[in-house]
């Protein structure tokens, strides 16, 4: 007889066929064929195809299963079906646990992850009483959250949702004749983004005995924004450039100077790039027209440039800087639009050959980190920054180009504290050819605070496209601030400053990024 397969398979059966030999007679007589059993030598699994891992479970371990295995056949083996991880416990937006008291009372994270007041379980702040599952809170104080409403009163459990809503409550409480004490606004925590500038005037003054005081709620972070987050459909334009359609934003909000990427200031494409050693150009020569004009090397300026009227060249001469737009190319010679003080024309640099670049070119949008705004077509064109993805990136257009407005006739005992203050854009000033110091910037600071008897303390002002801080007041304390990121300078001082004022310890840094003077 003949046994197949020889090797035993892993159905554990072999067939033995049997052959009649020569003419034999009697012996033992058998099928011609029959199935025998067998030991097969079955392998062992050295390779696995697995599912997903599945949520990290308090125990700090999450798990897998096999979907298949290899050889084929095998058996057994030592699959990784289990492995260790860091359990995050579900929880609210301010990181307390579900079915916990919030430490800001009396606020309660609830089993669906949701804050809300809760005062008979997690109390009220010292100084306030619970009611009703409410805190109640005395006539001079109010609250802004950004889950509020103007509708609410403005408690800490009913809290109001804009600044001008709380202002507008205490005119109401001076036309009463309720205002007879300290006045105190907190901000809760969150992003407040503005659709206007804040303004207080004449209406909105305190008195030395009753100041009026606009600061974020302790150990939360509040940040009142001028920006608009932009949420656009990219696609590749050309060598690594992405463009968007800016349509329904620009017909909203109108065009606009700056862009941030990721919180950080992108930068309008230019000539010659800020990467280089020297980024600039320097003027060849001028003639009798050096107010309105200057000669420029070959291939610095091109009369093809697309768009070339909303080009921008910025000059440096002796100490100052001028921000002209083309008016028109003639061979090696480019008019500016306006003109030039004549004391100080093109050419006249003490300390050398003119220098200059060029902003806002089409052409020159060659450098990561680069935009470009066609304000003909609509269109936004960006160079992504390396391992920069625009589909995750936070990117934010300022639509006001102020964010603050403290002034007024009276207007006296104001104090704001602890907020931060960012986006907000500068506008081309026609002409613009500054002496020193950036006196001849006519677009108001930021946060322009001309109040007496004011403080403006421990607060952030930043991505700003202009000066950060100005006023023109008597008597107020500027302290403890951080000031970064300006088109301009820090804090500018002027007007009636008579020299009662305060200002100290605070940082400005990373200024000038417009404004150079």
């Given at each position: 007889?003949?046994?197949?397969?020889?090797?035993?398979?892993?159905?554990?059966?072999?067939?033995?066929?049997?052959?009649?030999?020569?003419?034999?007679?009697?012996?033992?007589?058998?099928?011609?064929?029959?199935?025998?059993?067998?030991?097969?030598?079955?392998?062992?699994?050295?390779?696995?195809?697995?599912?997903?891992?599945?949520?990290?479970?308090?125990?700090?371990?999450?798990?897998?299963?096999?979907?298949?295995?290899?050889?084929?056949?095998?058996?057994?083996?030592?699959?990784?079906?289990?492995?260790?991880?860091?359990?995050?416990?579900?929880?609210?937006?301010?990181?307390?646990?579900?079915?916990?008291?919030?430490?800001?009372?009396?606020?309660?994270?609830?089993?669906?992850?949701?804050?809300?007041?809760?005062?008979?379980?997690?109390?009220?702040?010292?100084?306030?009483?619970?009611?009703?599952?409410?805190?109640?809170?005395?006539?001079?104080?109010?609250?802004?959250?950004?889950?509020?409403?103007?509708?609410?009163?403005?408690?800490?459990?009913?809290?109001?949702?804009?600044?001008?809503?709380?202002?507008?409550?205490?005119?109401?409480?001076?036309?009463?004749?309720?205002?007879?004490?300290?006045?105190?606004?907190?901000?809760?925590?969150?992003?407040?983004?503005?659709?206007?500038?804040?303004?207080?005037?004449?209406?909105?003054?305190?008195?030395?005995?009753?100041?009026?005081?606009?600061?974020?709620?302790?150990?939360?972070?509040?940040?009142?924004s001028g920006g608009k987050k932009l949420d656009l459909n990219w696609e590749p334009y050309?060598?690594?450039?992405?463009?968007?359609?800016?349509?329904?934003?620009?017909?909203?909000?109108?065009?606009?100077?700056?862009?941030?990427?990721?919180?950080?200031?992108?930068?309008?494409?230019?000539?010659?790039?800020?990467?280089?050693?020297?980024?600039?150009?320097?003027?060849?020569?001028?003639?009798?027209?050096?107010?309105?004009?200057?000669?420029?090397?070959?291939?610095?300026?091109?009369?093809?440039?697309?768009?070339?009227?909303?080009?921008?060249?910025?000059?440096?001469?002796?100490?100052?800087?001028?921000?002209?737009?083309?008016?028109?190319?003639?061979?090696?010679?480019?008019?500016?639009?306006?003109?030039?003080?004549?004391?100080?024309?093109?050419?006249?640099?003490?300390?050398?050959?003119?220098?200059?670049?060029?902003?806002?070119?089409?052409?020159?949008?060659?450098?990561?980190?680069?935009?470009?705004?066609?304000?003909?077509?609509?269109?936004?064109?960006?160079?992504?920054?390396?391992?920069?993805?625009?589909?995750?990136?936070?990117?934010?257009?300022?639509?006001?180009?102020?964010?603050?407005?403290?002034?007024?006739?009276?207007?006296?005992?104001?104090?704001?504290?602890?907020?931060?203050?960012?986006?907000?854009?500068?506008?081309?000033?026609?002409?613009?050819?500054?002496?020193?110091?950036?006196?001849?910037?006519?677009?108001?600071?930021?946060?322009?605070?001309?109040?007496?008897?004011?403080?403006?303390?421990?607060?952030?002002?930043?991505?700003?496209?202009?000066?950060?801080?100005?006023?023109?007041?008597?008597?107020?304390?500027?302290?403890?601030?951080?000031?970064?990121?300006?088109?301009?300078?820090?804090?500018?001082?002027?007007?009636?400053?008579?020299?009662?004022?305060?200002?100290?310890?605070?940082?400005?840094?990373?200024?000038?990024?417009?404004?150079?003077?």
């Amino acid at each position: 007889y003949n046994i197949t397969p020889l090797d035993c398979p892993l159905n554990g059966n072999q067939t033995k066929a049997w052959t009649k030999i020569g003419n034999c007679e009697n012996g033992t007589f058998h099928d011609v064929s029959e199935i025998i059993s067998c030991n097969p030598n079955i392998p062992t699994c050295t390779s696995f195809t697995y599912t997903g891992w599945s949520e990290c479970i308090s125990s700090g371990t999450q798990s897998r299963n096999v979907l298949s295995s290899s050889p084929n056949g095998c058996q057994n083996g030592i699959p990784v079906l289990s492995q260790e991880c860091e359990y995050v416990a579900p929880s609210c937006v301010d990181e307390t646990s579900l079915n916990f008291c919030s430490l800001t009372k009396p606020l309660y994270c609830d089993v669906n992850g949701e804050l809300s007041y809760n005062c008979n379980s997690c109390g009220c702040e010292e100084g306030y009483a619970c009611g009703d599952g409410n805190c109640v809170s005395p006539n001079n104080v109010f609250y802004i959250s950004t889950i509020g409403d103007d509708s609410n009163d403005g408690t800490i459990n009913n809290p109001f949702a804009t600044l001008e809503k709380a202002r507008d409550e205490i005119r109401e409480l001076k036309q009463e004749g309720q205002f007879n004490q300290p006045i105190n606004v907190y901000v809760r925590q969150g992003i407040y983004e503005l659709n206007q500038t804040f303004v207080l005037n004449s209406q909105d003054p305190g008195t030395s005995d009753k100041p009026i005081t606009y600061q974020a709620y302790p150990n939360e972070k509040v940040i009142i924004s001028g920006g608009k987050k932009l949420d656009l459909n990219w696609e590749p334009y050309n060598n690594g450039i992405y463009v968007a359609d800016v349509s329904s934003f620009i017909s909203k909000y109108g065009n606009f100077n700056s862009l941030f990427v990721n919180e950080k200031r992108a930068i309008r494409a230019r000539e010659p790039n800020n990467d280089l050693d020297f980024p600039y150009y320097q003027i060849n020569h001028t003639d009798e027209e050096n107010t309105t004009s200057f000669y420029f090397t070959n291939g610095d300026i091109n009369s093809n440039w697309y768009n070339i009227q909303d080009i921008e060249i910025i000059s440096y001469r002796t100490w100052f800087q001028s921000r002209f737009k083309i008016d028109r190319v003639q061979g090696n010679k480019v008019y500016i639009e306006g003109s030039l003080q004549s004391q100080f024309p093109y050419g006249s640099d003490y300390y050398g050959t003119d220098r200059y670049y060029i902003e806002n070119v089409f052409e020159g949008l060659d450098n990561p980190g680069e935009w470009y705004l066609d304000k003909l077509n609509n269109k936004l064109y960006y160079y992504p920054l390396v391992n920069e993805n625009l589909d995750s990136s936070k990117i934010i257009v300022p639509v006001l180009d102020q964010l603050g407005l403290i002034m007024g006739t009276s207007l006296s005992d104001i104090a704001i504290r602890g907020i931060t203050f960012s986006y907000s854009d500068w506008k081309f000033q026609e002409n613009y050819a500054g002496y020193q110091g950036g006196v001849s910037i006519t677009q108001s600071p930021a946060i322009y605070f001309n109040c007496d008897n004011c403080i403006f303390e421990n607060n952030i002002i930043s991505h700003v496209g202009v000066n950060a801080l100005g006023s023109d007041s008597k008597n107020i304390r500027i302290i403890n601030n951080n000031l970064y990121d300006s088109g301009a300078g820090g804090i500018r001082i002027g007007g009636r400053s008579d020299g009662s004022s305060v200002i100290e310890n605070n940082r400005i840094h990373d200024f000038g990024s417009v404004y150079k003077e």
